[in-house]
């Protein structure tokens, strides 16, 4: 779909999500108001209000020491002024004055104690200027007032340093076309304020180089297009403390057993599980870890072509479970017949593999073939609002019942992904289809965390956040994560894979219950669309190094590394090593059987089809 139906989604998502939308009242009223337009899902009242607000201000600065809080547009850049000057002689000069726009609402005041900020967009509307320069937000980092200029806060008091007090870049986006509106993601920094990690003095727009102007609506310019501040949020009386597993902490939770032994999870308390029995371990990490001693792994396939199911050398490997990725809305676009076909190939998939009695694994994701509206690539589709996710994927869970794990997004971090961006909001899919998950009656269904690729951005030194930004979107531990290992397959290394294991090692804040690992995506490649040397590169590697791979991931990932990991799906049956596409976009083989070059069934049987079979067989 191109974009959901919001009423529909607040109708039928039962999301409990609700939208406060923040407008700046005109600094010159005789009584400040906010308009807060609160919609509400599952239930909740939907109201339009008007009501005493906050001081919510929008002002610009400008150099040497001008302030402006009632003007009718707000400018950021810098300006060029013709003045007549006088000193030794008079003359006229170009003076140019850089500006910025400062904005604040009150937050505080706008989402309730406690609730948990989902996603926070700042709209603008450009009424001119632009021509494609940069303008970035950054978090105001001291109290001002409607008295501020360029070198006061207030009245009384100076800027630390002129121009204003604030932050590093929290956001970026690039003014283009007068007559549009234009939007800076601050979910980060929003669910920062809620939280109290940080103080609400609003936000600073700047011209990175200040040297092209562009001007905004403000309040006073009119009521069409004042700035806007859209807070998505969860209010906190519908969040659970204790919600450590799958989004209702309770013994009559069906997401109390153990998707992977059937045995009930012991609670954080130590003295019943949460089936109500009595719990053997202790409260001792160690204890909890030996208790998972699952030496052998669940073995599974992923693949997204529903035709494995009638090739014979993948019923011959006996993997008992089985992965397929699709598009987080493709029961939706399937009916409205935006993608018939798909939604045949996924009806038909699922189908054959439950009737194979294969426990089938969905990780949802972006659009990826050229029916789909939003194709990637080449274009980079947005990541759905929360609310539209949990109504898309409910969709899911109603047509296929039988469907039991999931992952709320495929490689979330990978660059191709429109998630890649916003971790926050990654983090929020898990929350929503777990919740979802714990309501899904009469079969419950179990969600692993992450599905994250084996990037050094993950954890690493290069965008250490991405996981913990993650994580605060979660609410909570899960019982299990997944991830994909590619590149320390690769390279024969654990880095990454060893953080991570780290970093996920308890269900609970409180540190007792160990949680699981699935390998949800493993292969060793033969050929992989690169960027490097050359645009358009694909790599290939040898039957040496595949074979050489894929024994390291199976002996070392799937047997001796951490009992913790308790399921490994090796990608893909057959992958693809030749392309029509300029570049060669989607190549990706890293197949047990090779491509048919002639185009349909499936080709020869690769020494790696062999390995993994055998180890499914023999087992660690």
């Known amino acids: 779909m191109s974009s959901l139906d919001r009423a529909g989604a607040v109708a039928l998502a039962a999301a409990l999500s609700v939208l406060a939308f923040v407008t700046a009242s005109p600094a010159s009223a005789a009584n400040e108001v906010q308009t807060v337009r609160i919609t509400a899902s599952s239930g909740s009242q939907s109201a339009l209000s008007a009501q005493p607000a906050p001081a919510v201000r929008d002002c610009t600065i400008t150099a040497p020491d001008a302030g402006a809080c009632t003007s009718t547009s707000l400018k950021v850049g810098t300006a060029q002024e013709k003045v007549y000057v006088c000193s030794d002689r008079c003359e006229w000069v170009y003076r140019y004055e850089p500006s910025r726009t400062l904005l604040f609402f009150d937050t505080a005041n706008a989402v309730p104690a406690g609730a948990e900020i989902l996603s926070a967009t700042l709209t603008l509307y450009l009424s001119s200027g632009g021509s494609s320069f940069p303008i970035t937000a950054h978090a105001i980092s001291r109290t001002w007032s409607t008295d501020t200029t360029w070198t006061k806060a207030d009245a009384a008091t100076a800027w630390t340093r002129p121009g204003g007090d604030f932050g590093t870049e929290v956001a970026s986006q690039t003014a283009r076309t007068a007559g549009q509106s234009y939007s800076w993601d601050l979910t980060a920094l929003v669910a920062d304020w809620a939280a109290g990690r940080a103080v609400d003095n609003g936000v600073l727009l700047q011209n990175d180089d200040e040297t092209k102007v562009a001007s905004f609506a403000s309040a006073e310019g009119g009521a069409t297009h004042p700035p806007l501040l859209a807070i998505e949020y969860v209010p906190a009386s519908t969040v659970s403390s204790t919600e450590a597993k799958d989004g209702i902490d309770d013994p009559a939770d069906p997401g109390a057993v153990d998707p992977d032994t059937g045995e009930c999870y012991p ?82 998939w699922i189908s054959r593999a439950h009737a194979l009695g294969k426990r089938i694994l969905v990780s949802f994701e972006h659009c990826r073939v050229a029916s789909c509206v939003g194709y990637l690539p080449p274009t980079v589709d947005s990541d759905p609002s929360t609310v539209d996710y949990s109504y898309a994927v409910r969709l899911f869970l109603a047509r ?22 916003n971790p926050y909001r990654a983090g929020t899919y898990y929350r929503e289809l777990a919740k979802l998950c714990a309501q899904r009656q009469p079969t419950p269904c179990y969600v692993a965390a992450g599905d994250f690729l084996d990037r050094p951005d993950l954890i690493g030194s290069h965008q250490p956040d991405y996981f913990r930004r993650y994580r605060n979107g979660m609410g909570g531990p899960p019982q299990q994560w997944a991830l994909h ?24 804040n409180s540190g007792k219950t160990p949680s699981r690992i699935w390998l949800t995506e493993q292969g060793a490649y033969r050929a992989q669309f690169v960027s490097t040397p050359a645009p358009g590169h694909v790599a290939t590697f040898s039957v040496a190094d595949q074979n050489e791979d894929v024994r390291w991931s199976l002996d070392h990932l799937a047997c001796t590394l951490s009992d913790r990991i308790v399921r490994y799906y090796y990608y893909s049956i057959t992958g693809k090593a030749t392309s029509t596409l300029s570049p060669p976009i989607d190549v990706f083989d890293t197949g047990l059987l ?20 055998n180890k499914i067989q023999a087992g660690c």
């Not at 490997?317 to 018939?340: F, K």
Request: proline fraction near 6%; charge should be negative.
């Open 485 to 508: 290992v590619y590149r320390d397959t690769k390279y024969g290394i654990t880095d990454e894979l060893d953080e991570f294991v780290k970093r996920t090692a308890y269900q609970t």
């Open 400 to 421: 296929y019942p039988d469907v039991q794990d999931f992952t709320a997004w495929n490689e979330p971090n990978n660059p191709h992904q429109p998630t890649v961006a």
């Open 594 to 613: 090779s491509e048919n070059p002639g185009g349909g069934g499936y080709g020869a049987t690769r020494d790696a089809y062999d390995l993994y079979k």
């Open 267 to 348: 609670d954080e308390g130590g003295v019943l599980t949460y089936c109500g029995e009595n719990d053997p371990t202790d409260a001792d990490g160690a204890a909890g870890f030996s208790a998972l001693a699952v030496r052998t792994p669940k073995w599974g396939i992923s693949d997204n072509k529903a035709s494995i199911w009638q090739e014979q050398r993948t019923l011959g490997l006996n993997a008992p479970y089985a992965r397929l990725i699709v598009p987080y809305d493709i029961v939706y676009r399937g009916m409205t017949h935006e993608d018939d076909a798909y939604l045949a190939n996924v009806d038909a």
